[in-house]
């Protein structure tokens, strides 16, 4: 095996041959320089080959999002649609913390202050006070920030948002200890994936 390992030039001309896309040559290259490590042999070539893919690879994908990207005036439009949705949907609230005025809560935090993302929302609490509270995600309704205590990041502290929407603090109100989102039987979401699909419908 060793000895079949000094070839490495000849195993990268090979690779090169057969395989001709990017992302393809990059895997099967990275494939075989497992087997260097497992060995405990040495390969600068190999090493200095995966990483010149690496960095094709990367202005591959970049200018593939360029292209993807949506022009603003489709960005626009989505914008224009969920704030006609947030319009009806405060029609027609009723007096009650239900999963209507939850998701009318969520909506317009993200067109205010950002979309968070599910995780950070699914177990959030709405509270008065921070006491006992630093491992959870939460609305401070008395001092108007959203804490968000466990997010991708947290190594870095907090993440903190002032609320001043008046409104949105109204409709709150109506939440305070209890969870910003529940399902229809009033009991958390098990996974992110469950609060999406019901955000998307």
Known sequence: MIDLLDKEKEIIEYLEKEYKTTSTLKNKLCGIYKCYTLLNVESK?????IESYNITQAIIEDKKNQEEKEPIEEA???????????KQMGK???????????????????LNYGVLRPSELIDMK???????????????????????????????????????????????HKGI????????????YNDTSAFTKLFSK
């Open 45 to 49: 070539l190999l090493k200095d080959k």
């Open 76 to 86: 626009d439009k989505i914008l224009d649609y969920f704030k006609n949705e947030l």
């Open 92 to 110: 027609n609230l009723n007096n009650k913390w239900d999963t209507q005025r939850q998701l009318y809560c969520v909506l317009k935090i993200y």
């Open 126 to 172: 709405i509270t008065t006070t921070d006491e006992g509270n630093e491992n959870i995600n939460y609305i401070n309704y008395d001092t108007k920030m959203i804490v968000i205590n466990k997010h991708k990041n947290d190594r870095n502290g907090p993440k903190r948002i002032e609320i001043k929407d008046r409104y949105l603090m109204e409709q709150l």
């Open 177 to 188: 200890d209890k969870y910003l989102i529940c399902n229809s039987k009033n009991e958390l």
